[in-house]
């Protein structure tokens, strides 16, 4: 992160961690949905030819130690870990390079979805975007290959969830290539790349926690919602 202004919105540049600006309000969260073979099967469905993506609104952000809250429109909410990637530079249509150049750091990402409303609805914005529903890690740029990065999700301190982003159908640059010949990637968007097999539901008083291996971590509380 050398070089890196003090005043940088999406770090905080030299400001300690602790002061540093989190991710409160991203233009867009853009998710891959299907992007792990098991998972796809899991649910029974087949891995898609081509990438399929959808958004999530900023309003479902939230951060380490943040309650997950459960609405009452659903009886099954589950957990999703996923490694996310922020943005750093503008991306239209740009090669899988220069996608790949244009990655600020990772986040953990957990990208929470109300399953039973997403097989009634045939887009996924009410299933994927209550409030609450995409908790965010902090910000890490501390690796040299992205291919290397590992997913893991514990739900109440057990394993539930673990794989390496080289077991993806479509890899992180491919996708934000992919996604940027459809939509202009502006810096501090975040791209979610989908999430391995193991999803489960999630109860209240549950503690979820999405962590990149030894790089960005987030832990949330489950709660009913009041
Ligand atoms: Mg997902």
């Given at each position: 992160m050398a070089g890196m202004k003090f005043d940088d919105p999406l770090t905080g540049g030299d400001l300690p961690v602790t002061r540093r600006p989190r991710l409160?309000?991203?233009?867009k969260i853009v998710c891959i949905g299907r992007n792990y073979r098991e998972h796809a099967r899991e649910l029974g469905n087949e891995v898609p030819s081509e990438p399929l993506f959808f958004l999530k609104p900023s309003t479902s952000v939230i951060h380490d130690g943040d309650p997950i809250y459960l609405p009452e429109q659903s009886e099954r909410v589950e957990f999703e870990g996923e490694i996310a990637v922020v943005v750093g530079s503008p991306l239209t249509r740009a090669s899988e390079n220069d996608a790949a150049k244009a990655i600020r750091g990772v986040v953990a990402l957990n990208d929470v979805t109300a399953r039973d409303l997403q097989k009634k609805d045939s887009q996924w914005t009410r299933a994927k975007g209550f409030d609450s529903f995409c908790p965010i890690g902090e910000l890490s740029s501390?690796?040299?290959?992205?291919?290397?990065l590992t997913v893991i999700t514990r739900v109440n301190g057990v394993e539930r969830q673990r794989a390496s982003a080289?077991?993806?159908?479509?890899s992180i640059p491919f996708l934000l290539s992919y996604v940027s010949h459809v939509m202009t990637l502006e810096p501090g968007d975040i791209v979610a790349t989908g999430t391995p097999a193991g999803v489960g539901s999630l109860t209240d008083g549950d503690v979820v926690e999405v962590e990149i291996e030894g790089l960005s971590r987030v832990s949330n509380p489950v709660r009913r919602s009041a």
């Open positions: 409160d309000r991203p233009g501390d690796y040299s290959d992205l291919a290397a080289a077991e993806m159908v479509f």
